[in-house]
């Protein structure tokens, strides 16, 4: 035996396994997003957002013309429904991110963290009322829980944590609206960023006119609201990419990466306080999802070997 044949065989990447990569990928730059903004927190929640969604559609339409879906992009603006929800769920994903950059810019960056945690079980309630589907045992223990979590958090912070809440149930409808057309993801985020091009292009001229826009004022400033666009597009393209290679319930296990970098970045990095009653509050959120994930992995599990030939 020579040397050359003792070296290891380097084995490619199976579809599944590029697909985990690339969605641990987009949950990293999700997560590592929160760290980003709060290096630019002395900057309209506005402007960011509205930067975001600008320099997100350059990068949208390179990516459609790179995969070649136009066909796809005129078939779904084609539609008078599908343009109408699409219109609705860019407005919707705006205002989540402008008020997701407020909350780091506020300190309340862990209150924000807990609103993406309990998104996935705001998604089984939407499918409950909605879509006909009934609730596993597993699912109202998840619920349960997390309304527990919800009231340890409102005595914690002495207010409802609306802003958590918000975030939470506003992604969760962006969601929901787009399962409800045959439009890809990729495709459909364009359409988004295009439909609310002119009303950013309008706001950041307003800003402008009112000497608080920071985009021009210097070469960092300019670089970082560009960065906004550029960040939130890869990111989509990446999960884009890798939820179509992954099964749902490692889609669902993963979707826990960014809101846990969040969490981390407002504790160690930004230095939010974490008293014993608010790490209670989280601790039952992370026993709801840990509950709901088990029972997810199990039910993916039971009907991938029903569907399997006998």
Known sequence: MTVA??????RALTNAEKGVVLAVMAHLVWGGMAVYFGLIRYISPVEIAVNRGIWALPIAVAVVWYLGQWPEV????ASPRNLAILTLTSFLIVFNWGFYVWSI?????????LGYF?????????GYLFLGERFTTAQKLALAL????????????GHIPWLGLMLAVTFCLYGFLRKTIPVGPTQGFLIEVAIIALPLLGA????????????GTSVFNTSMLIGCGVMTAVSLMLFAASIRRIRYSTAGLLQYISPSLVFLTAVFVFGEPMDTVKLASFVIIWVALAIFSVAAIRDERVRRQEMEPV
């Open 5 to 10: 044949d003792e070296r290891p065989v380097s």
């Open 74 to 77: 005129r078939r779904a603006v």
């Open 105 to 113: 810019g506020q300190g309340r960056t862990l209150e924000s963290s």
């Open 118 to 126: 309990i998104n996935p079980l705001l998604n089984v309630v939407m």
């Open 146 to 157: 997390t309304t527990v979590a919800v009231l340890v958090q409102t005595i914690a912070l």
């Open 204 to 215: 950041q001229w307003w800003l402008h006119s009112r000497g608080e826009t920071y985009f």
